[in-house]
């Protein structure tokens, strides 16, 4: 705050709370995160979660990583990802519905045909995770 009254005054208080109340707000990491996907800044969400999945590592941020893992071109991270989230058992549903569309997306499928080149048995973990995730188990 400015020690000048003229300066103060300026001010309007309520107007002066609801900024603080929307900074506030934009701090929470999830909310954090979710704007600088919403704005096309994948990379530094990405980032930004690595950071906060040291010591929050919950269904919600995991879900989160999911999606800017993907929003990032890491198709593979996004499924393991999701596999954690999975883990969790909460909202199992939306779990399975992100890894399966991220499975059978065409990013993913070229990853994975390079990856079972290298070792066959993915395709086999790929296909069990694939089917699991269609038949929501």
């Known amino acids: 705050m400015s020690a000048d009254l003229k300066a103060r005054s300026a001010v309007d208080p309520i107007d ?13 990491p999830r909310v954090a995160v979710q704007d600088l996907l919403d704005s096309g800044r994948g990379d530094e969400a990405y980032a930004v ?10 269904w919600e941020m995991l879900m989160l990583a999911g999606r800017a893992a993907r929003a ?19 909202h199992l549903a939306e779990a399975h519905e992100e890894q399966f569309d991220t499975l059978v997306s065409e990013e993913c499928r070229k990853s994975i ?20 995730d269609f038949r929501c188990d």
């Open 49 to 58: 979660l690595q950071d906060i999945l040291l010591s929050d590592d919950s």
């Open 72 to 90: 990032t071109g890491r198709p593979l991270e996004a499924v393991d990802f999701y596999e954690k989230a999975i883990a969790r058992s909460e």
């Open 16 to 28: 002066l709370a609801q900024q603080l109340k929307e900074f506030l707000r934009r701090m929470e």
């Open 113 to 132: 045909s390079r990856l079972i080149e290298h070792k066959e048995e993915v395709g086999r973990l790929v296909d069990e995770r694939v089917w699991r």
